[in-house]
Structure formats: C-alpha cells, structure tokens
C-alpha cells in the first residue's frame, strides 16, 4: 500500500494566477508559507519559513483564484508531484509541487474578506469528466457561493 498525502497550513505568498490550458482547463498556481517556531538550547525562539509549490486544477482553481490573495491564510490537502522539463540551455529542471484535492480557507469574517474561522469553508474538486455522472439538476454557479 502506498500513500501520497500532504496536509499545510499557511499563509498565501503571492495572489494566485489562474491561467487555462489549450483544452480548455483552468489550472491555477500560487506560493505557500508555513513557518516553524521553536525554541532552542539557549532558550531564543527561532523561526524557519518553508515554502511550497501549489496547483490546482478545474472548478478548485477557479475558487482559489477568485477568492485567494496574497497573505490569506489556507489549509491545502493534496497530493505530491514533482515535473522536470530541458531549459532553454538543455539543462533538466525539476519542480515538486503540490497538487490540490481540498481547500479550506481560514481567514476570519472581515480580515482579508474569507469566512470566519469557526466556519471555515471546503471546496474539493470537481471529478474528472470521464468519471462525472450526468445530472438534470441546475448547476450552482460561482457567484451563488455565499462566501
């Protein structure tokens, strides 16, 4: 059994740009940071800021985009994936990324406008075309999401 799994939560480096591929799919892309407080032998805190790579993919990164800026702060599940392509000199690149399964924004009602923190709100993407099931309902467009 294997597991691929990644949990963060962080603040939003730079606001999220959505961007749509030839067929039609939008795929948005942003910077994560977490930090890592502790205290040392010396008794000093120290501080460590990580930074993470995020993508998602479809009616996920269109939320994102709409919704997300730069400093508000996010939960991110998702997966680990890491790309290489040549650069322009020939040289293999690598890029480990995260891939985005849910999202819970955690900024409070009124600060960076998210919903507040005792009612953090979910998004999880949509499933892929292949495997969506055919529905007469109306479907719920972004600008009925409450938040």
């Known amino acids: 059994m294997d597991l691929n799994k990644v949990m963060l939560i962080g603040n939003i480096t730079q606001d999220p740009e959505v961007r749509t591929t030839p067929s039609g799919i939008s795929v948005t892309s942003f910077g994560l ?4 407080v502790w205290t040392d032998a010396s008794g ?11 993508v998602a993919w479809r009616k996920l990164a269109e939320i994102m985009g709409q919704y997300l800026h730069k400093g508000s702060k996010v ?6 994936q890491t790309r290489s392509w040549d650069d322009q000199s020939g040289n293999k690149r ?7 399964d ?10 960076n ?18 495997s969506k ?15």
Request: hydrophobic fraction near 30%; avoid cysteine.
């Open 113 to 130: 406008s998210g919903p507040s923190a005792s009612e953090p709100s979910y998004a999880q993407p949509e499933p892929p075309a292949a």
């Open 44 to 54: 000093q805190k120290q501080e460590k800021a990580e930074f993470h790579n995020i």
């Open 94 to 100: 690598y890029r480990t990324e995260v891939v985005v």
């Open 33 to 36: 940071a977490t930090n890592l």
């Open 133 to 147: 099931p055919q529905s007469t309902e109306e479907e719920i467009s972004v600008e009925d999401i409450p938040f």
């Open 75 to 80: 939960y991110i599940e998702g997966r680990l």
């Open 102 to 111: 849910n999202m819970i924004m955690l900024d409070r009602k009124g600060q």
